[in-house]
């Protein structure tokens, strides 16, 4: 899952909910030396990981891609399941779609100090771009995925892979549909 989902799925609290972004970012830091909020949010970040690279609708989203793309449909997925979410936001949570988008970035400009220095550089341009908002239109996926495929540090056939999403989109989406809920269930189990 990408950056929206994770903030969406993480248990209510502030610190959860960076640690839940912390996940992607929590290579070299000390874990043990932040708030007990922010670990169970870094916790949860990898139980949802977990538990989307074995779902069986996720897997067959990835079958959907050309066999020199697929390596990279788990990345592409990330992201266009934030896509997914934002289309379908009413049908996961009565909360206000904008305004927990600003909830959200309001609680990580505050919590830069939790940060290591490589989430804090992102999470500001993830606020000053408005990403999760830019996610609602297909082509900024596009373009975010291309940006993706350019810092693969070897050849690869990444680029583009937008194609083979709209080729797929329906049956992407319906694939969405049917592994999101169970993923909701999941998350909101978790200790």
Do not use: C
């Amino acid at each position: 899952m990408n950056h929206l989902a994770h903030v969406f799925l993480a248990p209510d609290s502030p610190e959860a909910r960076v640690g839940s972004i912390l996940g992607d970012f929590s290579r070299g830091v000390d874990l043990s030396a932040l708030p007990a909020g922010v670990r169970q949010g870094v916790r949860h970040h990898l139980a949802v990981d977990s538990y989307t690279d074995q779902h069986p609708s996720v897997l067959a989203s990835k079958q959907l891609f050309s066999a020199q793309r697929r390596r990279f449909a788990g990345v592409a997925l990330d992201i266009l399941y934030d896509h997914f979410l934002l289309m379908h936001w009413y049908r996961f949570t009565h909360t206000d779609k904008d305004a927990f988008i600003r909830q959200t970035y309001t609680e990580l400009q505050r919590s830069e100090h939790l940060m290591p220095e490589s989430m804090a550089r992102v999470t500001r341009r993830m606020v000053w771009y408005d990403w999760f908002g830019a996610y609602e239109d297909l082509d900024n996926i596009g373009e975010a995925l291309d940006r993706v495929a350019a810092r693969i540090r070897f050849r690869n056939r990444f680029h583009g892979i937008i194609a083979e999403i709209r080729e797929n989109h329906s049956q992407l989406e319906q694939n969405f549909l049917s592994f999101f809920p169970d993923l909701q269930e999941f998350a909101g189990g978790i200790e």
